[in-house]
């Protein structure tokens, strides 16, 4: 009895280490993908991806679900690929919470119907809705692309916001991609009802800090840099002002132009997330 009760206290012990091991915090910035690749069969094309994902378990993965520039038709469900593959990327981050997946949908600057971006919504929202035991590709949030952020169009956006929250969910994520900011004409509204906002989406040599507006009401752990076309390997003093100087919520790298940036794996995956991290682990010594 007195074993029982010493084995009992040690497998109560270990459960709930595993749990804290499970619930580890990520790092505080994240790593957005634009995942424009078709996952094809067998999910072969993503497979970098989800092997990625449980290896680099303390980095938050922010990705952007885009079958058709947006969910297809109008109350459609994605292919059996997409069904079965955004399912497997949920897998491969669930036991470190480090998959974050949210759908693609574009707003045209600002100047698309209305009903053009519920009806992507309401798509996406029926994918939840639809799945299968066993089978999960609901999406956690909206990326808003193409977007406008100076004041004559915040209200746009905040209904935008504020439907997709009302279908996935008050905890949706919501990001807003404008790819720019200007101090004179950007407002910082856009920031009290988006998780993210890409303030940056250019080639490699356009990137300097002095682009991010900085300041309580554009804090830089909301702000994201998507870089594409540089060298093969992102700079590690990038990486660096990425993460340390800037405090950025998320990056994308890419040596490939904008063209092919999105379609296909950066030349030298996983090197970045290998700098992200290593710049990251740099910051808590």
Known sequence: MRFSGIFTRLIGTLTILNVCVGSLALLPSAFIFPLYIYPNNSCSNWAPLLSAIPTYSNLQFILVINPASG???????PDVNY???????RDAGMDHGNVKMIGYVRT??????LNNITTDIDTYAGWSATAQAGVDYHVEGIFFDEAVTNSGNISSYQNYAS???MKLGPDAYITLNPGTWDDGTSSSDVFTFADMIVTFEKTFNDFQ?????????TPRNKQTAIIHTGPESAPMDMVMTITQTLGLGASFYSDLPNTKAYNQFPTSWPGYLDELVSAQASTKN
């Open 83 to 89: 069904q079965a593959c955004v399912t497997q990327l």
């Open 108 to 113: 045209g600057f600002g100047g698309l119907p």
């Open 163 to 165: 439907y997709a929250k």
């Open 71 to 77: 969910p297809g038709l109008a109350g459609s469900q």
């Open 209 to 217: 800090a002095s682009v991010f507006p900085s300041g309580a009401s």
